[in-house]
């Protein structure tokens, strides 16, 4: 908030020297800009706040009467990735501080699986795997859904066998298959990418949106977040909005919006494989390069962030998503009314710029290889 404000002040300082008017006059014009500056670090400042007072790493209970040996299979919407690797550690790490703080070993260890396809738009690899997974019976079955409508059937079949199923990452359509879902929360993500791209435009210009798959429920939702804010901006018009599982070619659709619109002010990219698809096009030197925002701080976007590529990122913590989902699967499998399972649990996003990078506060927002 402080950047802000001192930004703010010496824009009104700069403007009545060029423009010859006087600091009043300037002052009246700006001023509702430094109040939505000061606005939106407050609102991200208290975000924080209630984030910290609500440790997004659960405290393992022991209290609660776990089913000893329960098998957990986690479908993934894919196994590749920066962004899915942490998600597994989260789980991983979860699963092994159960089993140390309930004292499990040999057959009474919680044990767990980590399947999907390579590609997130595989939706039919995805199926046949959980498909796969049911068939062998799992205490739990995890899965974060590629298409929210297609795995309906193999959900219906989890119910049929008594296997409960916990939602992470994207979720389904039909949530009543569902025990619980974790996961960020994704119409925030597109709020804060519209704000951030708003705010470096000037609240002026054309965008693009370049999205994952259309059928995805986070893509969905932060899509969503995202129109229904920057449309708050006036002058600003969203010229086109490209799905990667609505085009044949994702990369060439890009630059063909580009060259459709060769003074693109600003480009808003829904998730990390997007992101790191449109900063690898090779763009037109005639024109400056339209102001870039993505989500996911992988190593690739804090590299571009860095040199300027990118003027930022929304990020989200797949680590700390990971470890609450395996701790909402291990409590599924106490007994029935013994526990009470939060259906919900939504992360906050942190916008992750360049003075974010080297914030220790940040860590857990930056994805590493």
Known sequence: ???????????????????????????????????????????????????????????????????????????????????????????????????????????????????????????????????????????????????????????????????????????????????AYRGTDNVQVGKMAAYQLGSALGKMGKVAVFSAQQKTKSVQDRVEGFMNNIGKYGDIEVVETIYSDQVDDMEASMKEVLEKYPTLDGVFCTNADITEMYLNLEKSDEHDAPALVGVDATTKQQEAIRNGEEIGCVSQQPYAMGYQTIWAAVETTAPKKSVVIEKNVLSNPAWIDADCLDDPDYSGYLYTE
């Open 1 to 179: 908030m402080k950047r802000a404000v001192a930004a703010a002040i010496s824009l009104m300082t700069g403007l009545a020297m060029l423009t010859g008017c006087s600091r009043a006059e300037v002052e009246e014009t700006i001023q509702p800009l430094v109040a939505d500056a000061i606005e939106e670090s407050d609102s991200e400042a208290e975000a924080v706040k209630e984030e910290d007072e609500s440790p997004l790493i659960p405290e393992i209970d022991t209290d609660i009467k776990i089913h000893a040996g329960s098998r957990i299979a986690v479908v993934s919407k894919c196994v590749k990735g920066e962004y899915w690797k942490m998600v597994k550690k989260g789980m991983e790490d979860a699963v092994k501080e159960i089993n140390k703080a309930y004292g499990y070993k040999k057959d009474d260890q919680i044990t767990m699986t980590f399947e999907g396809p390579d590609n997130e738009e595989d939706v039919e690899t995805q199926i046949n795997t959980i498909d796969a997974v049911i068939a062998e019976n799992p205490d739990v079955l995890c899965i974060s859904a590629s298409d929210m409508d297609s795995c309906e059937a193999q959900l219906e079949a989890a119910k049929e066998n008594g296997i409960p199923v916990i939602a992470f990452d994207s979720n389904v359509a039909e949530k009543k298959l569902v025990k």
